[in-house]
């Protein structure tokens, strides 16, 4: 396949940035999106050009990494894929990609397509954790567990963070992360003990960080490449009301 690829490309936070061209030839359909990149950066390398820069790691669709809007949307057109899942048999001979960062006021752009999600970082630092006794690990039944309530548990535990959430919001808000988050720990008996303070700490930590406020668009769970559903918000707002009841009582 023979391909153009218009990537943004920004020195660091203070550039304007802009979006340049490449013309990238001979790419196997069954290369992934970021093999594209990487074969991009080589072809720049030899030019003595500044390859691009972009977050990567496991690729493998676990870590979260690999955060890039591709022709509009977070991760790409294919649903339920992150950025290094993607493959080039998805795009015909000839397309032009466009290819940017997360656009959002809580992910300022470090260099081209990296942005700093240290807001995340924070906001799981606020509450995201249990309380429980150190030593060793308990009886695994020790403390029974509800079928249906580890399986939400489990599925908002899925969340990888990787910010798609965000970057496909229209208000840029995080309310699909800090849900997931607060959802997988207050479901499970384990995480109880810190349910109010929880909810109360990680939205605060989540308005301090700049992000939006939600307005139930629905494309954050769009985008979402592990499918967190849109009613954890909903048992967000409820369990952040029930804090501030408790709180002021």
Same mark, same amino acid.
């Given at each position: 396949?023979?391909?153009?690829?218009?990537?943004?490309?920004?020195?660091?936070?203070?550039?304007?940035?802009? #979006?340049?061209?490449?013309?990238?030839?001979? /790419?196997?359909?069954?290369?992934?999106?970021?093999? #594209?990149?990487?074969?991009? %950066?080589?072809?720049?390398?030899?030019?003595?050009?500044? &390859?691009?820069?972009?977050?990567?790691?496991?690729?493998?669709?676990?870590?979260?990494? +690999?955060?890039?809007? /591709?022709? @509009?949307?977070?991760?790409?057109?294919?649903?339920? *894929?992150? *950025? +290094?899942?993607?493959?080039?048999?998805?795009?015909? %001979? $000839?397309?032009?990609?466009?290819?940017?960062?997360?656009?959002?006021?809580?992910?300022?752009?470090?260099?081209?397509?990296?942005?700093?999600?240290?807001?995340?970082?924070?906001?799981?630092?606020?509450?995201?954790?249990?309380?429980?006794?150190? @030593?060793?690990?308990?009886?695994?039944?020790?403390?029974?567990?509800?079928?249906? =309530?580890? =399986?939400?548990?489990?599925?908002?535990?899925?969340? /990888?963070?990787? @910010?798609? +959430?965000?970057?496909?919001? &229209?208000? $840029?808000?995080? #309310?699909?992360?800090?849900?997931?988050?607060?959802?997988?720990? @207050?479901?499970? &008996?384990?995480?109880?003990?810190?349910?109010?303070?929880?909810?109360?700490? #990680?939205?605060?930590?989540?308005? =301090?960080? $700049?992000?939006?406020? +939600?307005?139930?668009?629905?494309?954050? *769970?769009?985008?979402?490449?592990?499918?967190?559903?849109?009613?954890?918000? $909903?048992?967000?707002?409820? =369990?952040?009301?029930?804090?501030?009841?408790?709180?002021?009582?």
């Amino acid at each position: 396949m023979d391909i153009q690829v218009r990537v943004w490309r920004q020195t660091d936070s203070s550039d304007k940035g802009r #979006m340049v061209t490449y013309d990238v030839k001979d /790419i196997s359909p069954d290369a992934s999106f970021l093999e #594209m990149l990487d074969v991009l %950066n080589e072809k720049l390398i030899l030019d003595g050009d500044d &390859p691009v820069a972009f977050d990567h790691d496991c690729r493998e669709g676990i870590c979260g990494a +690999c955060s890039m809007v /591709i022709d @509009g949307v977070a991760h790409g057109p294919e649903r339920a *894929t992150t *950025t +290094c899942q993607l493959h080039m048999r998805h795009f015909k %001979n $000839g397309d032009v990609i466009d290819v940017e960062p997360w656009r959002a006021a809580a992910f300022p752009v470090i260099k081209d397509l990296v942005v700093d999600r240290s807001a995340f970082d924070r906001i799981i630092q606020a509450g995201g954790y249990i309380t429980a006794p150190t @030593g060793a690990a308990p009886e695994a039944h020790s403390t029974p567990v509800p079928k249906k =309530d580890a =399986d939400l548990a489990f599925e908002a535990a899925t969340c /990888i963070g990787c @910010g798609a +959430c965000v970057a496909a919001c &229209p208000n $840029g808000s995080a #309310m699909l992360f800090t849900a997931a988050k607060v959802a997988h720990l @207050g479901l499970v &008996p384990q995480g109880q003990p810190e349910r109010d303070t929880r909810v109360l700490d #990680m939205l605060q930590a989540q308005d =301090d960080a $700049g992000f939006g406020g +939600c307005t139930n668009a629905g494309e954050c *769970t769009t985008v979402c490449p592990k499918g967190i559903p849109l009613t954890l918000i $909903g048992r967000l707002n409820s =369990d952040y009301r029930k804090a501030l009841r408790n709180s002021n009582s």
